[in-house]
């Protein structure tokens, strides 16, 4: 087992539980999520990781299909049984179509191939969190994630950078700001901006 334990206080703190027989790919797992800023725990054998998950409840983990100690799809579904508010995330090199399915009917809720590339792994893990309302995990990474909610509806409106700003008498350069994710938004600038756009303030965090 490999654990980071280091201060994440510019972070929402995310606990990512990593199941791999390959000590090789734990350690790759490990460094890629600790420089991303989670709180990761690799195991290389199933027991293991479902004993730590007990005492550990865990946002995201990471499950190779293919264990020489345990059925990866029982491992899903032991881990679930556990903590069912994991998202779980199945790994396999070569996955056959009745190894994804099993998978799914376990409950992952997605497949990747291995070997796993960095640039696809965190979009991933990203998916998972934003599915459970965690769209960003730094003040900074939200406020362009909104800035970029905002600008989406705007577009749809069809109004202009300048329109939206007039409409909600705010300056170009505030919309701008916000637009562009470089400012945090008092709840009161959003619901003018949403006034102005003729759109709910909730529609911002529930649009796809």
Request: with cysteine; hydrophobic share 45%; glycine share 6%.
């Amino acid at each position: 087992m490999v654990q980071n334990v280091g201060s994440m206080k510019d972070r929402i703190c995310v606990r990512v539980l990593v199941i791999d027989d390959d000590r090789a790919v734990c350690r790759q797992l490990h460094g890629w999520l600790e420089a991303a800023a989670y709180d990761v725990s690799t195991f290389t054998e199933a027991s293991a990781g479902l004993q730590y998950a007990a005492r550990v409840p865990c946002q995201l983990a990471l499950v190779d299909l293919r264990l020489p100690d345990a059925d990866g799809s029982e491992t899903i579904e032991a881990l679930l049984r556990i903590c069912a508010d994991t998202r779980v995330i199945a790994m396999s090199a070569f996955p056959d179509g009745q190894q994804v399915i099993a998978a799914v009917r376990a409950g992952a809720r997605d497949v990747l191939e291995k070997p796993l590339q960095q640039p696809t792994l965190l979009p991933a893990l990203e998916r998972q969190l934003a599915a459970v309302g965690i769209p960003a995990r730094s003040e900074r990474d939200f406020n362009r994630w909104l800035g970029g909610r905002v600008r989406a509806a705007r577009r749809e409106a069809g109004q202009t950078l300048s329109d939206l700003a007039r409409m909600s008498e705010l300056s170009a350069a505030q919309v701008s700001q916000i637009e562009l994710g470089k400012t945090a938004t008092s709840t009161w600038t959003l619901a003018r901006i949403c006034g102005a756009l003729k759109i709910p303030v909730a529609s911002l965090f529930d649009r796809q």
